[in-house]
């Protein structure tokens, strides 16, 4: 009995501790970040975590924002959309920041849209490809990542220019992601002469896709165009071995199949040889100030860094640009900054906003030998592409 | 009304009173979003107490009837039907949802029950992930039930009326020979059965009020985040963390959802502030401790050791304080 009172004593007691107010510094400019720290999406809002920590760091190390330190002001979302819109709300009625930058998904991102607007806050959307995130056409929002019709549109340039294949599957996990790469690639696959097969979806979570692998290999396809996140693309990958399904061609939406884990033995390791992606950025891109970071974020993470990481490096240095550039921090001045932002180049390429939508070059890359290597746009490329992919029985 | 007596409904009015004008002195809407949740979690907790704590019922589907609040809501008014109709509506689609589902899941007992609630609460989400005139995974707008102004201040106060309405529904329940006979049911449902207790009526019975009120508050969270998706409102989360917040509030008692939901939901928001990525380590350690040391939950066991405080050793542990899975 005194057990039970000892430790109700306990709970209360730390309780009362986590009211107490955090002490916040005088004379920071704060930015909240909503990101994905915990739950499903917890591998890509790590990546966010560093690629932020590294730019502010660089940021602060150089005297700051108008004199000022900036402070980065976190709410993990739990990869919940619904914690997303809460977290909204926290960093900008409790905390006050003058502007964000999130969420990771294009689901959460999606959800924040509304309040973001009805906030009248600055956003800069890091890493959500869907394209629907950007339907409302809200003054208040800025994407700096290229979205899933580039993806599309990219990934169609790069066969037609190696090798011109002829039938199309495309296999999506069916959250706004994986959806919206799906109907993009379909409408422009159509478009551009080739013959969409076959269309499965599944659910990310699921244990098993042989099912849908199978119905996949019924159709012997040229291509498979994956949209997946990580977990999924690793376990589709070696289940594609299982089913010894042999396209010519194993393409992606980036994600999953773009991640740092994805080529490791940590992800699907020697089943993601020969995995082309899309890529919005890779340490080998050559844009001045992206080695630099490469060996920053292997220093301190002791990994290479993926495109999300660096998304949230560059969105965060663009939003202390943008608030240089408004000679303070009220809101509109913010997004007027950014609105009339022209940075002729980044470590992520040139930044520009046209409606809100960084115009930004994507990449294609394959996996060889373990690592990502750009393949095209021909004048970037640093290897030559492996076609056909070897069958799986032809591997070793 | 027997159990409001005296000193009680004044208590009642009084902690119900003090809730209510806290929006008032709130500092921002952050902070009324979080005791949004928080009153709103304790009004399903007690939603779910009459079938997971009086009746012994042990749902972790409870979802589907918030799931079908939020959807119908939002499927309801996108087909004209005048915004609070539409919740009404959709409320009572739960509710005969539940009576569907419970003439079936009631056959079954323990974990056989336990796995069909979980399994219709899958089914529905699979449906409409894949149900594109419910925007599939994609999801959906939900209309505002307030205007942008009062925004969060009038959300708050209907999570406080559906929690009063909870909480009254549980009192009568614990006092009404419909709670007596949910109580028999839970103790021992073959002795119930051979006293004439109907128990498929009236577990039913329950279900069907606790879907009702579960779906009143799936239909606030829906209009209240503006944007609903199937891992959102139809996630098995939801349907375990109601549990959890009466089980370990202590399932049976009438202040147990309450306080459940204000220790777990609390702790979470305010672990997340603190401790970043941690915050789940803490508040997973948090609830073993709770489980460790009050198997009853905190209102259970602060009960009995009041109760064995005042009485004897001897006494046989009272009724209200034994622990619900006594069920079969």
């Given at each position: 009995m005194r057990t039970r009172l000892i430790a109700a004593i306990l709970?209360?007691?730390?309780?009362?501790?986590?009211?107490?107010?955090?002490?916040?510094?005088?004379?920071?400019?704060?930015?909240?970040?909503?990101?994905?720290?915990?739950?499903?999406?917890?591998?890509?809002?790590?990546?966010?975590?560093?690629?932020?920590?590294?730019?502010?760091?660089?940021?602060?190390?150089?005297?700051?924002?108008?004199?000022?330190?900036?402070?980065?002001?976190?709410?993990?979302?739990?990869?919940?959309?619904?914690?997303?819109?809460?977290?909204?709300?926290?960093?900008?009625?409790?905390?006050?920041?003058?502007?964000?930058?999130?969420?990771?998904?294009?689901?959460?991102?999606?959800?924040?849209?509304?309040?973001?607007?009805?906030?009248?806050?600055?956003?800069?959307?890091?890493?959500?490809?869907?394209?629907?995130?950007?339907?409302?056409?809200?003054?208040?929002?800025?994407?700096?990542?290229?979205?899933?019709?580039?993806?599309?549109?990219?990934?169609?340039?790069?066969?037609?220019?190696?090798?011109?294949?002829?039938?199309?599957?495309?296999?999506?996990?069916?959250?706004?992601?994986?959806?919206?790469?799906?109907?993009?690639?379909?409408?422009?696959?159509?478009?551009?002469?080739?013959?969409?097969?076959?269309?499965?979806?599944?659910?990310?979570?699921?244990?098993?896709?042989?099912?849908?692998?199978?119905?996949?290999?019924?159709?012997?396809?040229?291509?498979?165009?994956?949209?997946?996140?990580?977990?999924?693309?690793?376990?589709?990958?070696?289940?594609?071995?299982?089913?010894?399904?042999?396209?010519?061609y194993y393409t992606s939406a980036g994600t999953g199949f773009a991640a740092a884990e994805f080529p490791t033995p940590k992800g699907a390791g020697r089943n993601a040889e020969f995995t082309f992606s899309v890529s919005q950025w890779l340490p080998d891109a050559p844009w001045p100030g992206s080695k630099e970071f490469d060996a920053e974020y292997f220093k301190r993470f002791n990994s290479h860094p993926q495109y999300h990481a660096m998304q949230a490096y560059q969105s965060l240095q663009t939003a202390a640009i943008a608030i240089t550039n408004a000679k303070g921090t009220d809101a509109a001045k913010i997004r007027d900054a950014l609105k009339n932002l022209n940075l002729k180049t980044s470590a992520f390429g040139p930044v520009k906003f046209d409606n809100g939508q960084n115009l930004h070059t994507v990449l294609i890359t394959q996996v060889q030998g373990g690592k990502y290597h750009v393949v095209f746009p021909a004048n970037l490329a640093d290897v030559k592409p492996v076609i056909p992919a070897p069958r799986w029985a032809d591997r070793k | 009304m027997t159990a409001l007596r005296g000193w009680r409904i004044f208590a009642l009015l009084g902690v119900t009173a003090v809730f209510a004008c806290l929006p008032l002195f709130l500092p921002n809407d952050y902070v009324l979003q979080v005791f949004f949740r928080i009153v709103l979690f304790a009004a399903l907790g007690l939603a779910w107490n009459l079938v997971g704590g009086y009746a012994g019922q042990l749902s972790l589907g409870h979802v589907a009837y918030f799931g079908v609040g939020a959807y119908g809501m939002a499927m309801l008014y996108a087909h004209h039907v005048p915004l609070w109709l539409s919740v009404l509506f959709s409320a009572l689609i739960a509710t005969g949802f539940a009576a569907i589902i419970g003439s079936i899941v009631f056959r079954l007992r323990g974990p056989y029950f336990t796995l069909s609630t979980i399994a219709f609460a899958e089914v529905l989400r699979l449906s409409v992930t894949n149900l594109p005139a419910a925007g599939g995974a994609i999801g959906l707008s939900t209309p505002a039930l307030f205007p942008p102004g009062a925004f969060w201040k009038m959300f708050y106060l209907s999570a406080v009326a559906l929690a009063f309405v909870s909480f009254l529904v549980n009192a009568w329940t614990s006092r009404s020979r419909f709670g007596y006979y949910l109580m028999a049911i839970r103790e021992d449902e073959d002795t119930a059965a051979a006293v004439g207790i109907d128990t498929a009526n009236y577990k039913l019975r329950a279900l069907m009020a606790s879907a009702f009120l579960t779906a009143l508050g799936g239909g606030l969270y829906g209009s209240a985040f503006q944007f609903i998706v199937p891992d959102s409102v139809l996630s098995g989360e939801i349907s375990v963390q109601i549990a959890i917040i009466t089980m370990l509030g202590g399932a049976g008692t009438l202040l147990g959802p309450v306080v459940g939901a204000v220790l777990l939901l609390a702790a979470s928001e305010l672990f997340k502030n603190k401790f970043q990525e941690s915050h789940l380590l803490t508040y997973g350690i948090l609830i073993v401790i709770v489980v460790l040391v009050l198997p009853e939950g905190i209102v259970g066991g602060l009960k009995q050791l009041f109760q064995r405080k005042t009485k004897p050793p001897a006494s046989v542990a009272p009724l209200a304080a034994t622990p619900a899975q006594g069920g079969d």
């Open positions: 709970i209360l007691f730390s309780a009362v501790c986590l009211v107490t107010p955090m002490a916040s510094a005088q004379g920071t400019i704060k930015i909240g970040v909503i990101t994905s720290l915990t739950g499903s999406q917890a591998a890509f809002g790590e990546a966010h975590k560093n690629g932020y920590a590294i730019a502010i760091d660089e940021i602060n190390a150089k005297g700051g924002v108008l004199g000022k330190k900036v402070e980065l002001d976190f709410y993990d979302d739990q990869s919940k959309p619904d914690q997303a819109v809460q977290g909204v709300s926290k960093l900008v009625d409790q905390d006050h920041v003058v502007m964000l930058l999130g969420a990771y998904s294009s689901e959460n991102t999606k959800a924040i849209i509304n309040p973001v607007s009805t906030h009248q806050i600055p956003l800069i959307i890091p890493t959500a490809t869907a394209d629907n995130v950007m339907d409302s056409k809200s003054p208040w929002v800025f994407r700096i990542c290229a979205g899933a019709n580039d993806y599309a549109r990219a990934t169609l340039e790069f066969l037609k220019h190696n090798g011109s294949p002829k039938t199309i599957a495309i296999v999506y996990e069916k959250t706004n992601f994986g959806q919206a790469n799906m109907q993009a690639m379909k409408e422009q696959a159509t478009a551009a002469g080739l013959q969409v097969v076959a269309v499965e979806e599944y659910e990310a979570k699921a244990p098993d896709y042989k099912a849908v692998l199978r119905r996949v290999k019924d159709k012997n396809p040229d291509v498979v165009y994956f949209g997946s996140y990580l977990l999924d693309a690793t376990t589709l990958m070696r289940q594609s071995m299982e089913v010894d399904l042999n396209p010519k | -």
